[in-house]
């Protein structure tokens, strides 16, 4: 019976001492005890890497058109239009300065719908637009890509350049609503007040530019992320605050 009592203590002895580390990191919640003098905490984690990010870059909204474009002759037909080379521009006229809007040295483009279309450099009138708005887009196609020149196109409709009332004069001239070039200060009384259906004219003192048809020409690279100067077409601005804002009657 002693011997027995014996075993069975040894044994019990053995379990409780087996036991004793769980027991402990179970008390201390799975930590185990540390020198004195240590710290009871885990280590820090590693700093992570900062993140990268790509710069934000402006992305131009005249999305290449893709639809179908025609070309109206000297005769007046329409045909289709085959497109120059992808990233290729549609070459300017001949000659050092415009040849004016009774003689045509760029394509008359056409699409369909009732939105005018950037066609690579040039502006494609809308087929639905009244005769007048698609000879508005087509004149000023011709002088897309020539310089700035402060004063051009006021002395004559013919110049090696143009200012912002400038080509803005010239389109309406070459739709046939106006005979006289006008400065900036001048398009703020010209036609009727307010927003156009298809042609709106925003002008002060400083500056002018139209928007025809969902383009806009103008000589100011605002809001453009072409960054290009020159009468050129862009994307219509978000803000006009500033302007007086006319339109042709009738467009």
Not at 88 to 104: D, E, F, M, N, R
Not at 127 to 138: C, G, L, T
Not at 144 to 171: K, M, N, R
Not at 235 to 243: A, D, E, V, W
Request: aromatic content about 6%.
């Amino acid at each position: 019976m002693r011997v027995r009592a014996l075993s069975t203590l040894v044994g019990s002895l053995t379990m409780l001492a087996t036991s004793a580390p769980a027991t402990l990191a179970a008390s201390t919640g799975g930590v185990s005890p540390t020198a004195p003098g240590s710290s009871t905490s885990n280590p820090p984690a590693p700093p992570r890497a900062p993140i990268r990010t790509a710069p934000v870059t402006a992305r131009s909204s005249r999305l290449a058109y893709r639809g179908p474009v025609y070309e109206r002759t000297a005769s007046g037909e329409v045909i289709p239009y085959q497109l120059p080379p992808a990233g290729g521009q549609l070459s300017p006229g001949t000659g050092g300065s415009p040849v004016g809007v009774t003689a045509s040295s760029k394509p008359q483009l056409l699409v369909p719908g009732s939105l005018a279309r950037y066609v690579r450099g040039l502006a494609a009138a809308p087929m639905s637009a009244p005769a007048a708005v698609q000879e508005m887009i087509w004149a000023g196609d011709q002088i897309v890509g020539l310089p700035y020149i402060y004063g051009g196109g006021h002395g004559s409709f013919e110049s090696p350049g143009y200012d912002c009332s400038g080509t803005v004069s010239f389109a309406l001239h070459g739709a046939g609503l106006l005979a006289t070039p006008e400065d900036s200060s001048e398009l703020e009384s010209f036609g009727s007040h307010g927003l156009g259906r298809w042609v709106t004219i925003f002008s002060n003192p400083g500056h002018a530019y139209v928007d025809v048809a969902g383009l806009r020409l103008d000589t100011s690279a605002a809001d453009d992320p072409s960054n290009q100067q020159g009468p050129r077409w862009r994307p219509l601005r978000q803000q006009n605050s500033g302007y007086s804002v006319r339109h042709p009657l009738g467009f």
